[in-house]
């Protein structure tokens, strides 16, 4: 009898069906009444026994719980948990962004002085102002605006006639006293700061620095004390990007600017906090003053002397040496970071036409080097109109609004596979840098890894 007993025990079945409470301490139950019949035989819930059951039931059904929930955090249309959520938005490339500023074409008046040239009347050249970038306007409830390009209000077309608007302002006896011009130039909401961060000396690979504000719309530049510019990039493995410089060739009024391949040793990455509304820009891990081929250690740096030897023991590499290389880019060090940037947007930001009336800062500047009293009277009679309504602003996106976005941002290629990657990507360069009208292309004859673009 005693042998049988011990074959079933060897033989126990079990199953893995139980999930909950209840039918873990259902199977529990049974396999303690089947297998140890002679060692407790009160399971009610007032006894030892029950209370063991209890026990090990409960611990079971919370593993199940936590098992089910690593599981539905695994697949982003499933996950709860934000932070889980962010990262399958990172892996799947959706750009995590707060709050959009809203853009509007904003018309710029300018009053300057006539003056008698050649039997007729024309505004006073050297009097023709330059409104520089980052003026700021407001609108009627309060919503800043910042210019984006400067305004040349004595920029001429190629026939040598000034490009903006006039309207002769005469006196009561018919002649011109002024000339009144205007120029449309693009407008975006939101507030400019310049925030500085202290860098110790001390070298720390991955160095992040956290933005005061929330809801930064736009990084527009990052400078440390000796002038070196930092460039944002979309990974940190990149070290090349394209910039925009302004071109002086002969098609300069139809393709204003000509892009250019530059390095940057010196970038970061910028990465928004759907939950804090914060940015923070994360830097290289290199060290300036190390070189790249530095890795085998000096002797002389060793615990031991060895003047005078000329064979020494095998030596290891710090893996935390490779973090100072430059292949992700350099870290600052013993410095001072300035990071210009621009903050602010929401829906309330699409303010109606007629609005934006007030200039609170200007921007201003004379290359023609007029006497006082006419650069007053131009500086003076600056007014601003949108006439039609700002648009583009819209509130930060939820976390159900991005999870939305993941199933086709994996779709979504960021590089040039195929033929129409490359016409796609042609077609919608940005207008600044030339349009297209028609491109082609085809297999190049002499090369099979290359292609010939029409």
């Given at each position: ?10 033989e ?12 873990l301490?259902?199977d529990?139950l ?10 407790i ?13 209890d ?13 089910d ?13 934000s ?9 799947a490339?959706?750009?995590v ?10 018309e ?7 003056t ?19 003026t ?15 305004i040349?209000?004595?920029e ?11 309207v002769?302002s005469?006196?009561?006896k ?5 000339f009144?011009?205007?120029?449309v130039s ?5 507030a ?9 000396n ?14 930064v ?8 004390a ?8 979309e990974?940190l ?21 000509n ?7 010196r970038?970061?990455?910028?990465r ?23 890795i ?28 100072k290389t ?11 970071i ?13 303010v ?11 921007n ?40 939305s ?5 994996r779709?979504?290629?960021s ?19 030339g ?17 010939n673009?029409?």
């Open positions: 009898m005693g042998s049988i007993q011990k074959k079933i025990k060897k126990r079945r079990r199953t893995f069906l139980a999930k909950d409470f209840d039918a301490r259902a529990l049974q396999y303690a009444r089947t297998y140890f019949p002679d060692k035989q009160d399971f009610s819930e007032a006894s030892l026994g029950g209370l063991l059951l026990m090990a039931a409960f611990v079971g059904d919370t593993l199940s719980y936590y098992l929930h690593q599981f539905n955090e695994l697949d982003p249309a499933t996950s709860v948990e932070a889980n959520l962010v990262r399958h938005l990172r892996t490339g959706v750009p962004v707060g709050a959009a500023p809203a853009v509007v074409e904003v710029f008046f300018v009053e300057i002085p006539a008698l040239s050649g039997g007729s009347y024309i505004p006073l050249t050297n009097a023709l102002p330059v409104i520089g970038r980052g700021t306007l407001a609108s009627h409830n309060g919503i800043t605006f910042t210019l984006v390009d400067d040349n209000f004595a001429r077309d190629s026939d040598g006639i000034l490009k903006a608007k006039q002769i005469a006196s009561s018919g002649i011109p006293e002024s009144i011009l205007s120029v693009m407008c975006i909401s939101g400019e700061v310049t925030e500085s961060f202290t860098i110790p001390t070298h720390k690979p991955f160095r992040e620095l956290t933005l005061s504000n929330e809801s719309t736009d990084v527009m530049s990052v400078r440390d000796a002038g070196e510019i930092y460039y944002e990039v990974s493995s990149q070290d090349t990007i394209f910039k925009g410089v302004l071109s002086e060739g002969p098609d300069k009024q139809l393709v204003p600017m892009l250019e391949v530059i390095s940057v040793p970038r970061f990455v910028s928004h906090d759907v939950r804090s509304r914060l940015t923070t820009l994360r830097f290289g891990a290199g060290d300036a003053e190390t070189l790249d081929d530095d085998i250690p000096d002797p002389s740096d060793l615990s031991l002397p060895l003047y005078g030897k000329t064979t020494f023991s095998r030596f290891g590499i710090d893996p935390n040496s490779l973090l430059h292949t992700l880019g350099l870290s600052p060090l013993d410095t001072t300035n990071v210009t940037y621009r903050y602010g947007g929401g829906l309330s930001h699409n109606p036409a007629e609005s934006i009336r007030f200039v609170q800062k200007l201003i500047s004379f290359p023609g080097k007029p006497i006082n009293s006419d650069a007053n009277f131009v500086r003076a009679s600056i007014d601003v109109r949108n006439t039609e309504a700002a648009r583009g602003g819209d509130n930060p996106p939820t976390l159900e609004e991005l999870r976005k993941i199933s086709a941002a779709q979504m290629q590089r040039i596979v195929s033929k129409q990657d490359l016409l796609a990507r042609i077609y919608t360069m940005p207008s600044k840098f349009r297209v009208f028609r491109a082609g292309i085809r297999p190049s004859p002499h090369n099979p890894l290359s292609t673009l029409y």
